[in-house]
């Protein structure tokens, strides 16, 4: 009985069907993902049969398709760049506390031994710019998520 329901389940999630509507959601952004599902729009009826053919052969042989979004899908793409964007840029506050440390070390370190002060303005100073490119990478990450996509 095992066997029999491990092969009718593997039979469902491998049907013609729900494999092509799965390859067209994932296909999809997220939101227009979430959106177009049928537990946020009720009023519609899914229909996991075969898709409709096309009325003509030009849309068959790989024509550019029209990009439909709603406001509603822009309102969220919009919302999800700003929340990532602002999460990106938390690596900048990281960077702030990074260069604090790295020069309140130096200057511990003088008071403790001045006769070390070359060796140690170098440590600071290469401590200071890999902390800086950490923050100017973070900035450029938000950049690209508010711009780029």
């Known amino acids: 009985p095992r066997a029999l329901a491990m092969f009718t389940c ?10 092509r509507r799965s390859s067209r959601v ?4 997220l939101s227009s993902a979430v959106l177009s599902s049928p ?5 519609q009826v899914t229909h996991l049969g075969p898709p409709a053919p096309s009325p003509t052969p030009e849309a068959q042989a790989g024509a550019p398709r029209t990009l439909r979004t ?28 990074g260069i604090g440390t790295v020069f309140g070390s130096l200057i511990i370190g003088y008071a403790r031994n001045p006769s070390l002060k070359q060796q140690l303005f ?28």
């Open 10 to 19: 593997a039979k469902f999630v491998s049907a013609p069907a729900l494999v």
């Open 26 to 29: 994932l296909g999809q952004p």
């Open 39 to 43: 537990e946020a729009r009720p009023e």
């Open 70 to 97: 709603s406001a509603a899908h822009r309102d969220i793409d919009t919302a999800a760049k700003f929340i990532g964007a602002g999460a990106a840029t938390v690596g900048v506050a990281g960077s702030g506390a």
């Open 122 to 149: 170098s440590y600071a100073i290469l401590g200071f710019a890999l902390s800086e490119a950490m923050g100017l990478f973070c900035l450029m990450v938000a950049f690209l998520i508010l711009f780029a996509m």
